[in-house]
């Protein structure tokens, strides 16, 4: 389910050559100014790849993809349970979660955790626990932070529970659940020993108990570290042909391809990349949709919709122009602050446009 080496080869039109130096040129200068180490990064429609490109690394080397867990591993997994059945998107957080109680918590449905609306805060205050029974312990008895429903606020917490309870409906990990609807080894919660070399190392943050030594192949968000590397926000790991891969694949189903792989009907990924309803959101369910203020730049179509990921990561498609966007990079292993990686993927878009 991989990119097609055969396909990075075609040539394309002039001006394609001419829009890719450009972002090669803003890639340069962001690893020059010490934004990351490494970066790769690749282009295609949803007949192929137009363009990858790696900078101080190969092709093949493999990125903790941090939130790009979101809509690529977790919500590929509610959207399978919701096309047999088996989870319904109003489902009540309350037949799930036994400690998930009280007036203000009561009508918060699998939709409010895919839309960040939940009323859940970001972060837990404290250290992370250790183990899901204490992580669910936590966010259930927490004070909510808004109304559910009445804003958007990004929250990994709201991820984790869903985590919990796509493994609890599917009866396997997260890890046994998504490696069976997406079998590449590209793209996977579980790194063999041997591969984990061929990772692009990160560095712990300051309040990080592993902080003080290199981490190549294991992941950097702490939450997803204490529950074994494998969350519901964080956790999987993947080159950029895979994700390019998996990026071809939704890019089909949503501009009407009705013989992509399950849960990817066009019916079903189009109803979760449309923009919610929670008033001053631009999430979508799994995913974020373009404001011109976001990471995807201001020349995307209205109908583009990606996501980003801590590490340096991020993914936008924009089926109007037939176009995926992959960049990958390891700005936690070097100087990138959350501001400079917003500022290179906001370059590296617009001067795609032309693509």
């Known amino acids: 389910m991989g990119s097609v080496v055969g396909e990075r080869r075609r040539p394309g039109p002039l001006g394609v050559t001419i829009a890719h130096a450009a972002a090669r040129r803003v890639l340069d200068e962001a690893r020059q100014a010490g934004v990351f180490p490494v970066a790769v990064a690749e282009v295609g429609s949803s007949g192929g790849v137009l363009w990858q490109e790696a ?26 349970l919701v096309a047999n059945g088996r989870l319904s998107l109003d489902d009540l957080l309350t037949g799930s979660f036994p400690e998930w109680q009280g007036r203000d918590r009561e009508p918060v449905t699998v939709r409010d955790l895919l839309e960040h609306a939940s009323g859940l805060a970001a972060r837990l205050v404290d250290r992370p626990p250790q183990g899901r029974r204490e992580f669910e312990h936590e966010i259930c008895v927490m004070r909510l932070e808004y109304p559910p429903r009445t804003r958007s606020v990004y929250s990994d917490l709201g991820f984790l529970l869903l985590g919990f309870l796509a493994e609890d409906r599917d009866g396997r990990s997260l890890a046994n659940g998504f490696a069976a609807l997406w079998p590449d080894p590209d793209l996977t919660f579980d790194l063999p020993p041997a591969r984990r070399q061929a990772a692009a190392p990160t560095v712990p943050m300051d309040d990080d108990p592993r902080r003080g030594r290199t981490l190549m192949g294991e992941v950097h968000d702490d939450y997803a570290a204490a529950l074994g590397g494998i969350a519901g926000h ?4 993947g080159t950029a042909g895979a994700v390019g891969g998996f990026a071809r694949v939704v890019l089909r189903s949503v501009r009407g391809d009705t013989g992509t792989v399950p849960p990817f009907s066009p019916e079903l990924t189009r109803q979760f990349v449309a923009r919610s309803a929670v008033p001053g959101s631009s999430r979508a369910l799994g995913w974020d949709t373009m404001l011109p203020t976001s990471s995807c730049g201001e020349r995307m179509s209205a109908a583009a919709f990606g996501h980003v990921g801590f590490t340096g990561t991020s993914l936008w498609i924009d089926p109007a122009r037939d176009r995926y966007f992959v ?8 100087h990138g602050t959350v501001d400079a990686i917003r500022d290179v993927r906001r370059r590296f878009h617009d001067v795609l446009a032309p693509v």
Not at 62 to 80: E, G, H, N, Q, R
Not at 234 to 237: D, I, P, R, V, Y
Not at 327 to 334: F, K, Q
Request: aromatic letters at 6%; hydrophobic letters at 45%; zero cysteines.
């Open 234 to 237: 964080a956790g999987l790991f």
């Open 55 to 80: 900078l101080g690394t190969t092709g093949g080397t493999i990125f903790d993809l941090a939130s790009l867990t979101k809509p690529i591993a977790t919500t590929t997994i509610v959207m399978s």
């Open 327 to 334: 960049l990958l990079t390891n700005r936690v292993a070097g």
